[in-house]
């Protein structure tokens, strides 16, 4: 089944704790991305990548590292975990990183940073 | 720059019609639309690209004004299938087409029987 797969799903840990949440997708997609949702702000992208070794940032990358090593891996890590970053995180893919390309998403992980 | 959607929430009765509105202060290349039920992933429904072509999805079309930098998203006789936060993506004309979308913050549909 093509999908993309996040782990964990949900998170609880606590200020400065390193963590890595992992994205995975299966349809050998160029394109991928980490969105972060928050109540009345709506999805805001962190970074993206159009393909393998090659990263940028979005709107909000702070406090966020990434890497693209594998096509169909693309890692999101928190070296030093804040609460501002309590979140409900998405990651997503497209075939290939232009506008004409529909975005699949992840089913998200909630992070609870305390 | 995120696009404003308005409204923010809209409540229907079955059957009933809606539009959803997504503008933007810079020049777009492209809209998206996509659609999130309550705990789910959002969805992809339709892209618009520059041209002003509109596009129909069963009963939820959308158009493109590339010149008001607007985009409308049309939900004909609503279903409770419908509901859901419907968010609107747009990509700036500014260096070439990368899928770097920047998302509006969502207007919440809910459709009663």
């Known amino acids: 089944e093509a999908q993309v797969t996040q782990n964990p799903r949900y998170l609880i840990t606590v200020t400065g704790k390193k963590l890595t949440v992992t994205c995975s997708q299966n349809?050998?997609?160029?394109?991928m991305s980490w969105y972060r949702q928050d109540p009345g702000l709506g999805l805001r992208q962190i970074y993206y990548?159009?393909?393998?070794?090659?990263?940028d940032k979005g709107d909000v990358p702070e406090g966020y590292k990434v890497s693209r090593k594998e096509k169909r891996n693309f890692p999101l890590i928190l070296e030093s975990p804040s609460p501002n970053q309590t979140s409900l995180y998405f990651c997503a893919s497209s075939l290939r990183p232009y506008s004409y390309n529909e975005q699949f998403f992840g089913p998200g992980t909630r992070l609870t940073v305390l | 720059q995120q696009p404003v959607q308005s409204p923010q929430a809209v409540i229907l009765r079955e059957g009933e019609d809606a539009v959803i509105n997504c503008s933007s202060s810079k020049a777009l290349y492209s809209v998206h639309w996509y659609r999130q039920k309550h705990g789910e992933a959002p969805v992809f429904l339709m892209i618009l690209l520059k041209g002003g072509e509109q596009k129909g999805h069963d009963k939820i079309s959308a158009s493109f004004n590339e010149k008001k930098q607007q985009s409308s998203l049309y939900l004909t006789a609503s279903q409770l299938s419908y509901s859901g936060t419907y968010f609107c993506g747009t990509e700036k004309v500014d260096g070439g087409a990368t899928n770097k979308l920047i998302f509006g913050t969502g207007t919440l549909l809910a459709v009663q029987p």
């Open positions: 990548s159009m393909n393998v070794e090659v990263t």
């Open positions: 349809m050998n997609h160029e394109y």
